[in-house]
């Protein structure tokens, strides 16, 4: 859309989903045109898009139209970066800004980051149109570049330096007036000395530039925003400083002005409430940058330039110009600048930063290399597969921002009561000043006036504000360092509450590929004989569990002779000849056919068998111990496999999915936490139970299809509540949307992945249990938070208002209260901050 704001009409340019022929695009035009004001309309179906003038009518009643139509316009996001943010009415008063812009479906600001997110019809609203929104409710709008994450970290580190030049200012200015006043109570001999005019004008001198230069930051966003009717932190404090300046001024130049005996000065309390907050500010300003540190650390992972191998020479070439195909050459101790693949070299690969994994992975010819990760030994050339925004590490950095601007739906909560927060202080601070005036000891006036301030100053919608955000953002920024993404804030929640956890088993449990577990020679020949025996005629098949046995033979260094007449007959084996000796592989069925007694087993058939292994067993056994073995195997879940050689019975084997390291543990630490977890899986029962029996899983749905898992999902949540998904297939991409909260293995697939809220990075399953324990850490710290920031409020407010005095207590200061507000947002960073020392522990 390009806009006209000065302009009676405005062009838009609409997406449209569902066109499909001629008559489709004259039902549109028709639609479109027949809106007041509409000219020039026309709807190209090639490009899917509808473009027109519009007077007199705006881009909701557009949209509207087309969908009246039988149509459809896409929705999209816009980010807005929004300065001047200080509490959570500045959030509320933004959001309605914002949603009340023609075309806006719906607006989220987030106080931590300082970013506001816009869903609206793709098309119908320029970033031109939110910008002025902003600017009209007192806010600087700025756009959001794809370097947002740095770009915010030094946005923080400019308002840090800012703010501290500021506190430097008014503590060097403010020191006077303090000495000065203090002087008079500490020791009275000086009272009728600095109690003199002369000194009266120095405090008022030196209090005007405090509030006038370091203090101007609260007066230039407050005063419009009480104009507005929509005050803010900035007006409380501008009103609570003002009042007390202008009070003092009267006391000064005018006392005749004041009741006898009301002429007090309160400078220190003006300018001690600026310093006192902008101290609060500083720290704040610090740890919001320490907030953002796991997410700053990610972005700096990718070097800044790359060497690209041109015409046989290495040409060093900056990040943002490297193109897909390049080879990039990755020297030891250098960081990987995109993702891409080995074409020479091999090293170990330390992918601890993006997986979560400390121990360095082996990487050679045809290997995936994600950028940002460090190549510690030797030097490699990749052929780069992805670069700039769709690189592995550009796509975590962007999930980890978009659940870190995410709202949680306690928040909801937060919104409504802060939304009439600042108002009801003004309001309680002026029933303050009545009350103590009507019926105050004399001097009324000043009574009333210090408490009425008090409670301006006490108050504190930034706690409040900050007390979701902050702990999301240093939550999610956790994770990320440990190899778990949270797609979406939400799921942080949703995640604490799951009281089921099902897991998918083959390569969510297990490894996903066949292994050769068992090796068991008959007397009269060897294991090596064997086994380089059936890997020379199982490397003509493409079976998995041929691959495992291929792969067993390659590992022990053994050679693979020449084979002549194969043979691969379905349901039952492969024969052929090896060396010139025949060789049969294959279930007990296929021994029978060719004649071969194998007792009187009768096993399944070769398919794989996903189940649970250890360390490859052997030994030699008896024909009659091979039928024993082979019943138990079976029994197992391990897919037993009988190898003749020249017409006797050589061995078994025993083909299995193993275990993955560390899923015991994983299921015994869930079982810990008071989850109940299931497997859901589409193999046989048999196989199933036998892995289930091995991790300790007592609730097992076995020989389900895809749509069967939803089902699966359905049920254990009529019968134990919310339920988390864990998968790592296409045909888990189902239940991952079904369940409340899905959770992809990251080695899975992209349709998986895309479908789920949570991530595990590295595909081992301790990442499930740190997800577990940084969802309710996180929680947990919000909850702190949150009651922090509504019991300050509740209880100190009255005190402010002097509750205590009528019981014979103190009155509260204005300075003590401008004190306890400052530190009330720094406890609840701080708070937010322990987060980053977090692990996987619930």
Not at 213 to 223: L, Q, V
Not at 467 to 484: D, H, N, Q, Y
Not at 541 to 558: K, T
């Amino acid at each position: 859309m390009i806009p006209s704001p000065a302009s009676p009409s405005r062009r838009l340019d609409l997406p449209v989903t569902g066109l499909s022929c001629a008559s489709c695009v004259g039902r549109v035009e028709r639609a479109l045109a027949a809106l007041p004001g509409a000219s020039e309309v026309a709807v190209n179906l090639a490009t899917g898009r509808a473009s027109l003038h519009l007077a007199g009518a705006d881009a909701d009643a557009a949209v509207a139209a087309i969908v009246r139509a039988g149509y459809a316009v896409p929705e999209a996001t816009t980010v807005v970066e929004v300065g001047g943010l200080s509490c959570a009415s500045c959030v509320g008063r933004v959001e309605r800004a914002l949603a009340g812009v023609p075309g806006v479906t719906a607006a989220s600001v987030n106080l931590a980051t300082g970013r506001a997110t816009v869903r609206h019809a793709e098309g119908a609203v320029a970033f031109e149109n939110l910008a002025e929104a902003v600017r009209r409710a007192g806010y600087e709008p700025a756009p959001v570049s794809g370097g947002a994450a740095p770009e915010r970290g030094e946005r923080w580190a400019a308002e840090s330096v800012t703010v501290r030049r500021d506190l430097v200012a008014a503590s060097v200015l403010s020191a006077p007036i303090v000495a000065i006043d203090m002087g008079g109570h500490l020791v009275p001999d000086l009272a009728g000395v600095v109690g003199g005019a002369g000194f009266a004008w120095v405090q008022a001198a030196l209090a005007t530039l405090v509030l006038a230069g370091p203090g101007r930051r609260f007066f230039g966003h407050g005063i419009p925003a009480l104009a507005r009717g929509r005050p803010d932190m900035n007006a409380l404090v501008a009103l609570g400083a003002g009042a007390a300046y202008l009070y003092s001024l009267v006391s000064v130049f005018a006392p005749d002005q004041l009741p006898p005996g009301t002429a007090h000065l309160y400078f220190e309390a003006a300018v001690l409430i600026v310093t006192l907050i902008l101290l609060g500010r500083t720290l704040e300003a610090r740890a919001k940058g320490r907030t953002g540190a796991a997410i700053a650390r990610l972005v700096g992972l990718a070097p800044a330039t790359a060497r690209v191998i041109r015409n046989g020479v290495e040409v060093s070439v900056a990040q943002a110009e490297l193109r897909l195909g390049d080879v990039v050459r990755v020297r030891p101790g250098e960081r990987v600048a995109a993702d891409g693949t080995v074409v020479a070299g091999t090293t170990y690969v330390d992918e601890s930063m993006v997986t979560g994994e400390a121990v360095p992975v082996s990487k050679g010819t045809g290997a995936t290399v994600i950028g940002g990760t460090l190549n510690t030994t030797g030097s490699i050339d990749l052929a780069l597969t992805a670069v700039g925004a769709e690189t592995a590490l550009a796509r975590i950095v962007a999930m980890v921002e978009a659940a870190q601007g995410a709202k949680l739906p306690i928040q909801a909560l937060v919104d409504r009561i802060t939304a009439w927060f600042v108002p009801a202080v003004m309001a309680a601070s002026a029933l303050t000043f009545l009350a103590w005036l009507v019926l105050g000891p004399s001097p009324a006036l000043g009574f009333a006036l210090v408490n009425a301030i008090a409670v301006l100053i006490i108050a504190c919608p930034c706690a409040m504000g900050l007390a979701t955000p902050t702990s999301i953002m240093v939550g999610t920024g956790r994770a990320a360092e440990r190899g778990v993404l949270f797609r979406n804030g939400a799921a942080l929640q949703a995640l604490r509450d799951a009281r089921v956890v099902a897991l998918d088993k083959t390569g969510t449990l297990t490894e996903g590929r066949p292994h050769l577990t068992d090796l068991h020679p008959a007397p009269g020949f060897s294991a090596d004989e064997v086994l380089a025996l059936a890997a020379a005629l199982e490397a003509r098949s493409e079976h998995p569990i041929a691959q495992a046995i291929v792969a067993a033979a390659e590992a022990r260094g053994l050679g693979l002779g020449a084979v002549t007449g194969f043979e691969a007959v379905p349901g039952f084996g492969i024969a052929g000849r090896v060396g010139g000796r025949a060789v049969a592989v294959g279930a007990a069925r296929h021994m029978a056919r060719l004649g071969i007694a194998t007792g009187d087993l009768a096993t399944g058939d070769s398919a794989a068998g996903d189940s649970a292994a250890g360390d490859l067993a052997a030994g030699d056994l008896a024909t009659g111990d091979l039928a024993t073995r082979a019943a138990s195997l079976d029994a197992e879940g391990r897919s037993p496999l009988y190898v003749a050689v020249d017409g006797r019975l050589a061995a078994l084997l025993a083909v299995a999915d193993p275990i993955k390291p560390g899923a015991v543990e994983a299921v015994a630490a869930l079982k810990a936490c008071g989850l109940i977890v299931a497997m859901v899986t589409g193999d046989a029962r048999g196989t199933a139970e036998s892995v289930a029996r091995a991790l300790g899983i007592g609730a097992v749905f076995a020989e389900v299809l895809p749509g069967g898992k939803v089902e699966a999902v359905r049920d254990l949540r009529a019968r134990h509540g919310a339920v988390a998904f864990v998968g790592d297939g296409i045909n888990d991409a189902p239940a991952l949307a079904e369940a409340e909260v899905g959770i992809a293995i990251g080695t899975g697939t992209d349709i998986a992945v895309e479908s789920a809220d949570v991530v595990l990075m590295s595909g081992a399953l301790e990442g499930l249990v740190t997800a577990l324990g940084l969802s309710r850490a996180v929680m947990r710290n919000i909850r702190q938070n949150l009651f922090w920031a509504f019991a300050y409020n509740v209880a100190l407010i009255p005190v402010a208002a002097g509750a205590l005095h009528a019981f014979g207590g103190p009155l509260l200061s204005p300075v003590l209260a401008a004190g306890a507000m400052a530190l009330s947002s720094v406890f609840v960073l701080a708070n937010a901050l322990r987060l980053r020392r977090a692990g996987g522990e619930s």
